[in-house]
Every structure is written in C-alpha cells, then in structure tokens.
C-alpha cells in the first residue's frame, strides 16, 4: 500500500490487491484495473472520504466466494462480486483508515462476460465499480436506488471508454 500523502495533498483511496484463488492476471495488472476504476466512480459520485481511505480487493475463485456469499448473505452458490463496507470509525487517526473490501469470483466473472459478450477487463471493471459504490452506501434494493447506481455506473465506466453494461 501507498503512504499518506503530505499535508497539504488531498488524500487519495489506496487500492489493495490480493490474489487467492483463479486464473487472474497478474497483481500488477490488477491494481491498475481495480485503481482506474475506483477513480472513475470517485469522479462521478461527487465526494470521497475526506481523509482518503484504503479499499481491500480480494481476487478469488468460485469455491471461496461461495462460503462467503452462504455465510454472510445466506445464498449458498458463487456470485460475481461481494461488497463489505469498513465499519464507522470510533477514534480516527492519522493511519489511512479501511474503507471496505470487494471480493471477485473469477469464474463466475468470465462467464458471464463470455455470455454477454464483453470484454474480460471491460466486466471486471463494472464489477468493481458497482462494488466500490456499495462500499460508499449506495444499493439496488429499491427500483429508485437501483436507477441511481446504474446511472452512476454508466457514467464512470463511460469515463473509462467503457459501454453501458446494461445495455
């Protein structure tokens, strides 16, 4: 992970990437994906933590995601992605504080963007997009949220040259 920029620098949200299971590029790779995106739904939302943040990516396999997605959503079958949102802080300091973590299934990601057709990268950057936008407290859960966080989607991924996913 990066340091805390000097005072002064507006703080930024460091991405961390871990590899545990599946056939993922390299780490490298990924950071700059998972970095790109996250950046571009900073810029549509219109705000971020105001003292900057560190968002946890976790690239896994369908086997993992799906004990996760069983024990914390009760739905025992892999997903896509997974969002976990830090909790609030009690006593912040001058360390960069966790923001959340997004965890991919790598299987379950290349499926679907081979029945879609779209790109491998193009997929994996909507996923953490919508991710990381579940971490800032955005939902689906109503029709009105669910219009909300596509939009904002659409609109970060259009940033990256990326095309409405839902399209």
């Known amino acids: ?14 991405v961390d990437v871990a590899i545990e299971a599946g056939s993922w590029a390299s780490e490298t790779a990924l950071q700059a994906l998972a970095g790109r995106a996250i950046r571009a739904a900073v ?59 997004i965890i991919l299934a790598y299987e379950t990601v290349a499926r679907e963007a081979a029945e879609e057709g779209k790109q491998f990268d193009h997929h994996l950057t909507h996923l953490i997009v919508h991710g990381f936008l579940h971490i800032m407290g955005y939902d689906h859960e109503t029709d009105e949220e669910a219009e909300e966080m596509e939009e904002l989607e659409r609109k970060a991924l259009r940033t990256l040259a990326i095309s409405d996913p839902y399209a």
């Open 43 to 101: 810029s549509v939302i219109g705000s971020e933590p105001d003292e900057g943040g560190a968002i946890s990516l976790l690239f896994t396999g369908d086997a993992e995601i799906q004990v996760l997605n069983r024990e914390w959503r009760g739905k025992n079958k892999p997903t896509n992605v997974l969002s976990f949102p830090a909790p609030e802080l009690i006593n912040p300091g001058d360390e960069l504080q966790p923001l959340g973590d």
């Open 1 to 14: 992970m990066d340091d805390i920029p000097p005072a002064g620098e507006k703080p930024e949200i460091v």
